[in-house]
């Protein structure tokens, strides 16, 4: 009864080469997003899907890429990896956006997905 | 640049001991505040959320909000080995058209038998 799933749970590549990381839920919430945490950091937002509105971080680099293909699905590119991109990638959704007059809606988070990359 | 701050820790508290976890926020109009608990190699997972100034309880847990301090608090009573995890508070910043977490870096806490 996972709610958000993440593929694979660990992944190893090499520098340079292209790798995409999975997210799917089964809560069919409006919103899913994309944090990295490196290691004793705090998660930091990449960027998020509300229904197909891409919204991406300022500072996101263009390494980073994001496909939603259906309200279930989303998906992290990395174009080109870096050392600088081992990290855990982790997915997450919310029912909607939080409002501007307060409030919002409770983030879950998937397990994450380790990438190694030598 | 909007910040939240916590004392990396490590917190280090006796079991069955009241266990006190704190954190600073710069934007002064954040409406919206978490809690998470991450254990080692894991995702984050809820623990409670705060919107009103005060105490809010939920079993063993009890959040405390001062928006005029900018402050917000974890208490966890009767502390047990199993509560040993890093605490992450995260509050909703709100730029542009809708807000986003932001997360401090969490306060790792050690809970001895």
């Known amino acids: 009864d996972a709610m958000v799933i993440q593929n694979p749970r660990y992944q190893v590549t090499q520098f340079g080469k292209p790798v995409t990381l999975s997210c799917s839920q089964t809560l069919n919430h409006n919103v899913m997003y994309w944090y990295q945490q490196k290691s004793s950091q705090a998660p930091k937002l990449l960027f998020h899907?509300?229904?197909?509105?891409?919204?991406n971080e300022a500072d996101t680099p263009d390494n980073f890429q994001s496909r939603r293909p259906n309200t279930s699905f989303c998906f992290l590119d990395i174009r080109s990896p870096g050392l600088g991109d081992a990290a855990m990638y982790l997915c997450a959704t919310s029912r909607d956006r939080a409002p501007l007059n307060g409030g919002a809606d409770t983030q879950y988070f998937g397990p994450g997905t380790r990438l190694t990359v030598l | 640049q909007k910040e939240v701050e916590q004392n990396s820790g490590p917190l280090s508290v006796p079991e069955g001991a009241i266990a006190s976890l704190n954190c600073t926020y710069s934007d002064r109009g954040s409406q919206s505040f978490f809690w998470y608990r991450q254990y080692s190699g894991k995702s984050p997972e809820l623990i409670m959320f705060?919107?009103?100034?005060g105490d809010k309880e939920d079993g063993r847990f009890t959040a405390q909000l001062n928006k005029a301090s900018q402050y917000v608090s974890l208490l966890i009573r009767d502390s047990q080995p199993s509560d040993s995890a890093t605490y992450l508070c995260a509050v909703v910043n709100y730029g542009g058209s809708q807000g986003n977490l932001i997360f401090g870096k969490g306060t790792k806490l050690s809970v001895k038998p």
């Open positions: 899907y509300y229904d197909k509105d891409f919204n």
């Open positions: 705060i919107y009103s100034n």
